[in-house]
C-alpha cells in the first residue's frame, strides 16, 4: 500500500498532522539536501548573485542546506539583454560558479517567458515577420543554453503558458507577447530548439496556480492537462512538469488525495515532476508568529507528503531560503502591513531554522525512492 493512503486528507490547517522532531530540534546538522538525498531526490533555492557577494551568514546557509540552486532573476532575458544581442550574464556566472564549487546541481530559469523581458523586444516581435519572430524568442535559447552547456542540468524553458482568466477556450494565456506573436507554436518551437542546442538538460514546462483546492486551481490544472494533450500529441520534447508551489494556506484550501490525483496524472505522462519555487504566504494568519508558524509547517508538511509520494517527483526547490530575502514581504498581495516580514521560507531573519524547516526534512524522511528519469 502507498504511503499517500495513510495520510488524511487536509482540506483546512486544523486538519493537517504535526510535525516530530527533526535532527535540527535534536542537535543534529545535516542540512534539508541531506535528508532529500536519502530517497534520490535535491533540495534548493533561488538565489542571488548579490547575496552570494554581501552576505556571507546566508551564503554559508545556502551551501549548508541546498545541493542545487537556480537564479531567482538573473536568467531572465530582461536582466540579461538589456539591449538586443548585447548580454550581461555576470550575475548567473557568478552563481553557476558557486554551484560548481560546491558540487551542486544549477537550474536554469527562465528561457521564454511572457514576463520580465526588456523593453525592446516587445515591439520588434511587432515589427518583424513570422520567420523573424521565431528567431527573436529562439535567439536567447541559442546563446544561454550554449553559454551554460555542461554546467546547468535542467531549464524551464517555457514558463507560465496557461491562464484560464485570460479567457480562450484552451486556456493558454492570451496577454502575451509570444501568443500573439506565434501562437500556441511557440511552445513546440522553444522546446524544439532547446533539444537541438543541447539535448543532455532536462526539459520543463513550469506553472503556478495547480495546488490547491479551488475552482481557480482546477481550472488552471485542466488547462495544463490538456495543454499536455496536445504537446504529446505533436511530439513535442517536454521532460517534466515544474510545479512552482506557491501556497496560500490562509485564502485557499489544500486536498491531499485531489492534488494526488493530479500528480498521477501528470507523471502518466511519462513526465518527470520537480517543485520548483516553493514558499507558503503567511498573510492572513494568526498575529502570533510561532503560532503562525506551526500552521505554516503542518499545511507545508501535508503539501510536501503528496509531493514526495509520487516516485516522480524530483526535487523541491524553494524560492528563497531565508526570510531575510523574501519576495513574500515586498509584494502587494502578500506583505504584511506592519512591515515584518513574511514567515514562508525554511529560514527565519537571521538564519534560524524554523518549524517549516522541520515539515521539510520530515517530509524527505518519509519519502519513498525516486523513480530514475534521465540526468
Given amino acids: 500500500m ?7 486528507g487536509a482540506a483546512a490547517l ?10 535540527a530540534q535534536v542537535g543534529g546538522t545535516a ?12 533540495f534548493g ?8 557577494r554581501e552576505d556571507p551568514d546566508f551564503t554559508a546557509a545556502v551551501a549548508h542546506e541546498c545541493d542545487m540552486v537556480v ?39 527562465a528561457l521564454v517567458w511572457y514576463a520580465a523581458q526588456p523593453p525592446w523586444l516587445e515591439p520588434a516581435l511587432k515589427a518583424a515577420g513570422r520567420a523573424e519572430r521565431e528567431t527573436l524568442m529562439t535567439s536567447y535559447i541559442d546563446t544561454a543554453m550554449r553559454r551554460y552547456a555542461g554546467k546547468i542540468r535542467e531549464w524551464d524553458v517555457v514558463n507560465e503558458a496557461i491562464e484560464p482568466n485570460d479567457g480562450r477556450a484552451d486556456g493558454m494565456r492570451a496577454k502575451s507577447m509570444w501568443m500573439d506573436a506565434l501562437g500556441e507554436d511557440y511552445v513546440d518551437i522553444a522546446f524544439h530548439r532547446a533539444r537541438e542546442v543541447d539535448p543532455r538538460p532536462m526539459r520543463f514546462l513550469t506553472d503556478f496556480g495547480i495546488e490547491h483546492d479551488s475552482p481557480r486551481c482546477e481550472r488552471r490544472r485542466t488547462a495544463m492537462l490538456k495543454l499536455l494533450d496536445r504537446l504529446m500529441a505533436r511530439n513535442v520534447p517536454v521532460d ?10 490562509y485564502r485557499e484550501g489544500f486536498n491531499q488525495a485531489r492534488f ?48 514526495l509520494d509520487n516516485p516522480a517527483m524530483r526535487s523541491v526547490l524553494c524560492w528563497g531560503l531565508s526570510d531575510r530575502y523574501s519576495w513574500l514581504s515586498n509584494f502587494k498581495d502578500y506583505k504584511w502591513p506592519d512591515g515584518q516580514l513574511s514567515r514562508g521560507l525554511p529560514l527565519d531573519g537571521g538564519m534560524r531554522r524554523k518549524p517549516l524547516w522541520d515539515a521539510i526534512a520530515a517530509a524527505f524522511d518519509a519519502a519513498p525512492a525516486m523513480r530514475s528519469a534521465g540526468a
Avoid: W
Fill in 2 to 8: 502507498r504511503r499517500r493512503e495513510f495520510l488524511a
Fill in 14 to 23: 486544523s486538519a493537517c498532522s504535526p510535525i516530530q522532531p527533526s535532527a
Fill in 31 to 42: 542540512g534539508l539536501a541531506a535528508h532529500a538525498r536519502k530517497s534520490g531526490r535535491y
Fill in 45 to 52: 533555492a533561488a538565489i542571488k548573485s548579490r547575496q552570494l
Fill in 71 to 109: 537564479q531567482e532573476y538573473e536568467l531572465k532575458r530582461g536582466t540579461t539583454e538589456p539591449k538586443p544581442g548585447r548580454y550581461d550574464f555576470s550575475g548567473a556566472d557568478q552563481i553557476i560558479a558557486f554551484a560548481q564549487r560546491h558540487g551542486m546541481r544549477a537550474r536554469g530559469h
Fill in 240 to 249: 517534466a512538469i515544474g510545479i512552482q508551489g506557491h501556497l496560500k494556506p
Fill in 260 to 307: 494526488a490525483r493530479f500528480l498521477d496524472q501528470l507523471s502518466g505522462y511519462g513526465l518527470a515532476l520537480s517543485i520548483t519555487e516553493f514558499d507558503v504566504a503567511d498573510r492572513g494568519g494568526p498575529p502570533n508568529p510561532e503560532k503562525r508558524d506551526k500552521e505554516i509547517a503542518s499545511v507545508a508538511k501535508a503539501f510536501l507528503d503528496v509531493a
